[in-house]
């Protein structure tokens, strides 16, 4: 027994030693001004977006029985802007006719995953084939989701709310 624990204590801390090096790394977090085509921001309504870009495509409405609020869709070719409560809350971009900025930075659809190794480098780091993220502001959870494709072109754009 004697002789076990000597080695029960060298696996107990190798163990913790990789656990703790294991951790995921944290994408980059944007708390400035995030606009849509230089006009648009979140808590606008959709009369800013149709004043914007016309009417949409397809106007569709959602209850969601767990927050007891309706959502409303208004669905473009290549963008989608949610809206709760009459303001929007979140988008979805598969065009480069959107462009969103995040301060002076511009992310659109078309341009390569490496337009981000500058203005975020831990998001751009941590990115995988499929695309990274950008953590938004301190308050709820909301982040933006960048979508590529195997050539680390970026195909999609979403801020997604949690």
């Not at 800013?48 to 106007?59: C, E, G, L, W």
């Not at 959107?98 to 480098?121: A, D, M, Q, R």
Request: hydrophobic share 35%.
């Amino acid at each position: 027994m004697k002789n076990r624990i000597p080695f029960i204590i060298l696996a107990a801390c190798f163990t913790f030693l990789v656990h703790a090096s294991c951790k995921a790394q944290p994408a980059d977090n944007f708390t400035g001004p995030l606009t849509i085509n230089d006009t648009i921001e979140l808590g606008d309504t959709p009369q800013a977006i149709t004043a914007k870009f016309s009417q949409p495509n397809d106007v569709e409405s959602v209850y969601w029985e767990m927050d007891e609020v309706t959502a409303t869709y208004y669905k473009y070719n290549g963008g989608e802007f949610r809206f709760v409560s009459n303001k929007l809350e979140s988008f979805k971009f598969t065009s480069s006719t959107y462009k969103l900025k995040l301060g002076t930075f511009e992310l659109k659809v078309g341009n390569n995953i490496s337009t981000l190794s500058s203005t975020f480098p831990k998001s751009y780091s941590i990115r995988s084939s499929e695309g990274t993220s950008i953590t938004l502001g301190t308050g709820d959870y909301q982040y933006i989701s960048i979508g590529t494709n195997s050539n680390g072109v970026i195909t999609e754009i979403e801020l997604r709310v949690m």
